[in-house]
């Protein structure tokens, strides 16, 4: 088989394979992309809505999940917003602050796509698409073997993406070849994912779909205040795509659906309309279904004990919710888990036990949170390695 010999070859053609190559490039690496999908940047192209969160101006190393918490703070110092910002303007791309520092394209996210594919053409960096890595190996350089033939490289860059939204193209690919290299890889599990309802939550709530509200979620130790979504499966919306980052299946999360109301002192102040006043503080389905179901039915007019107005305060302050489980990878935004941060310098991505070996995005153990941390990790971990590749 010929062989085509080049410095760096990247697996992945996503955020942060790109932005290694652009800046691999730039330093005059000979680098090839290979990317299995028809285009690149499929999951930039989908994410946000189609207009791509493509980060956060708050960024800050505690958005971010990882067994290590410390890992990511070396790349995210050198490479920030800002950073981001200065190639986002460059290129003319408008953009607006949605909520909480979050960054979005004001027209498209192909914006985003085209402009990495136009920083990899001005630093020389080929882009082959629809092209399937059949095995990789290491003598004294990395032989990536694929359909048209065999790529040598000195360094080799896995940023192969996570177990996410599998229409994109994801795949364990980068996780097999952690394995294969003798790196040890966190166990992977959905995250930034929609709960599913048990049966007899389905029952009680399905027909509740399309009711949203702001709340307080709750699991371990992180806590979010944002709005919940019903849905006919279960619950959505920021506030649970961000606490099932932190969910262990078959533990609780406790939802406040009140947050920083006083409800039991003011329906202590109405006994006799506790329904009424219920129902003003909340959507009016929610409302009904809520007292249908944590209330003994009474006369309309009949005043409410400080007992079972503590007792409906309660369910609703601190509804202990219990999910079946989750959407799954196919309604996760990211993957938790990846490669084992305690296998990578955290100032290079490179694996300490194969030099020449780095991995870079999602497919590393660090998870960011919604808003656009996901991408700006992308980016600074694909910087840091473009730098010494």
Known sequence: MSATAVDVVVIGGGAAGLMCAIEAGKRGRRVVVVE???QVGRKILISGGGRCNFTNLYTRPEHFLSANPHFAKSALARYGPQDFLELILKHGIAYHEKTLGQLFCDRSARDITAMLEAECAAAGVRIE?????????????????????????????????????????ATSLGYDLARQFGLSVIACRPALVPFTFAPRQ????????????EVAACAGRATFR???????????????????????????????????????????????????????????RLAARWLQLHSTPKPAAAPWSD???????????????????????????????????????????????VPGLFFVGEVVDVTGQLGGFNFQWAWASGFAAGQVV
């Open 307 to 353: 007992r079972e107005i503590q007792a409906l305060s309660g369910s609703l302050h601190a509804w202990r919710f219990q999910p079946a489980g989750t959407e799954g990878y196919a309604k996760a935004e990211v993957t938790a888990g990846g490669v084992d941060t305690a296998e990578l310098s955290s100032q290079t991505l490179e694996a300490k036990k």
């Open 202 to 213: 389905q029952h009680d709530f399905e027909d509740l779909a399309g009711i949203s509200l």
């Open 36 to 38: 299995h999908s028809a």
């Open 226 to 284: 944002e709005k919940m979504l019903f849905t006919h499966r279960g619950l959505s919306g920021p506030a649970i795509l961000q606490v099932s980052s932190y969910w262990e299946p078959g533990a609780e999360i406790a939802i406040d659906l009140l947050p920083g109301a006083d409800l039991a002192s003011a329906l202590r102040e109405r006994r006799t309309e506790v329904r009424t006043a219920v129902a003003t503080l909340l959507p009016q």
């Open 129 to 169: 698409t629809e092209l399937t890595v059949r095995h990789v190996q290491r003598d004294s350089r990395f032989a990536v073997e694929t359909a048209t033939g065999l790529l040598e490289a000195d360094s080799l860059v896995i940023a192969t993406g996570g177990l996410s939204v599998p229409k994109t193209g």
